[in-house]
């Protein structure tokens, strides 16, 4: 009993975030109701490219009044043109910059990757002298001693 209740309460408050935001769109982009379209007192004295104009835009301001009287759609179209700009612009300045610096930081860790390489072979060359040296030290070593033995 108490599991659905807590994802109900949860529920509930996911709702009612989504209520705020959706308010806080919406006083920043208030919805205006339409006036249903109408064509031009004067559309027969117009020209014929004024009045093709004057249909296509009385067709689509129609259109418009139709899916959304109260002005939603315009509400809608400004949110993602908002968004678009907020967004995008910024898109559109900051990946071709970030992307070339990455193609920079490439270079720099192939070379880094190198000298990494060469750092780690001389090492071990390093490593093989000192080797050497305490091997032959060690048999000069045990050659003095075996000398100094039998004199």
Do not use: C, H
């Amino acid at each position: 009993m108490t599991k659905s209740k807590d994802k109900s309460e949860i529920a509930l408050k996911s709702n009612s975030n989504s209520v705020a935001v959706s308010k806080t769109i919406s006083s920043y982009f208030p919805t205006t109701p339409l006036n249903k379209p109408t064509i031009a007192d004067d559309f027969n004295e117009l020209s014929a490219i004024n009045r093709v104009t004057e249909a296509f835009l009385y067709n689509l301001l129609s259109i418009e009044y139709s899916i959304s009287p109260k002005g939603g759609l315009r509400q809608w179209i400004k949110i993602n043109l908002s968004l678009l700009l907020l967004f995008g612009i910024p898109i559109l300045i900051f990946v071709p910059l970030a992307t070339y610096l990455m193609g920079g930081f490439a270079n720099i860790s192939g070379l880094l990757e190198n000298a990494t390489q060469l750092l780690l072979m001389a090492s071990q060359n390093v490593l093989k002298l000192i080797g050497v040296i305490i091997a032959i030290g060690t048999i000069l070593y045990i050659i003095f001693k075996l000398l100094t033995r039998r004199f």
